[in-house]
């Protein structure tokens, strides 16, 4: 039982333009909500992270949404670079400190 | 620069054979995560500890599985009798409880049971 979706394993766009990342979730019970990024062969690093009191969080180029009603978020990146080619993981948790629920993974692909 | 550090990174071994993987956690973490990567199943949690207790090891095959904390710097996960289907690449991450939900991840270990 995936309590957190990511249903676009890829994603392709061009340098410049916006990338919109999306995730899904089940469990109303989750309040924070974050993003990692993933190089190959590396571990996954943290991104940006949202609470369930805000709906909007932003750090440079890269803003995450969250949608309460929808259990929705979605990460944007403007604009996109080729660096920031990676995979994409959302993750949720129902309390502070708490376990984080990890998704399937969203890959980007940045082209020049 | 702290990191979270992870042995070995690559390990290949014969199925039925037992294989240990050790994780050394932030120094001041007072949480630990052991995640498994695979291609259908993203990044799936299989324990955690907090304070070296464990909290939750839901996602980890009991048979097979078992994950410890000797002491605050060390945090092992060990397979015994290993399987291919485990082939797989292994995460530690840590955490401070009163820094919120950011955990830090080490690089991984790559394990392939043939």
């Known amino acids: 039982d995936q309590q957190v979706k990511q249903n676009s394993p890829s994603l392709s766009v061009q340098e410049g333009r916006i990338s919109i990342l999306n995730c899904d979730y089940t469990?109303?019970?989750?309040?924070?909500f974050l993003w990692y990024k993933k190089y190959p062969a590396e571990g996954p690093t943290f991104l940006i992270s949202?609470?369930?009191?805000?709906d909007k969080n932003e750090d440079g180029r890269f803003t995450v949404f969250l949608n309460k009603s929808a259990k929705h978020l979605s990460l944007h990146i403007v604009p996109s670079q080729p660096g920031d080619s990676a995979v994409y993981f959302c993750?949720?948790?129902?309390?502070?400190?708490?376990?984080?629920?990890f998704g399937q993974g969203t890959e980007l692909s940045v082209k020049p | 620069d702290a990191r979270v550090t992870q042995t070995p990174r690559h390990k290949v071994t014969e199925m039925g054979q037992e294989v240990t993987m050790r994780c050394q956690p932030i120094?001041?973490?007072?949480?630990v995560f052991w995640y498994r990567q695979t291609m259908m199943q993203g990044l799936e949690l299989l324990a955690y500890?907090?304070?070296?207790?464990?909290?939750?090891d839901s996602g980890m095959p009991k048979d097979r599985f078992s994950a410890e904390m000797p002491d605050a710097t060390l945090a092992t996960l060990k397979i015994q009798p290993s399987e291919p289907r485990d082939s797989a690449v292994y995460f530690c991450?840590?955490?401070?409880?009163?820094?919120?939900?950011?955990?830090?991840f080490g690089e991984g270990s790559w394990l392939t049971v043939v």
């Open positions: 993750a949720a948790s129902d309390l502070p400190g708490g376990k984080l629920i």
């Open positions: 120094l001041g973490h007072n949480t």
């Open positions: 469990n109303s019970m989750f309040d924070y």
């Open positions: 949202i609470s369930s009191i805000k």
């Open positions: 991450a840590s955490g401070l409880l009163s820094s919120g939900n950011t955990i830090y």
């Open positions: 500890f907090r304070n070296r207790a464990p909290l939750d």
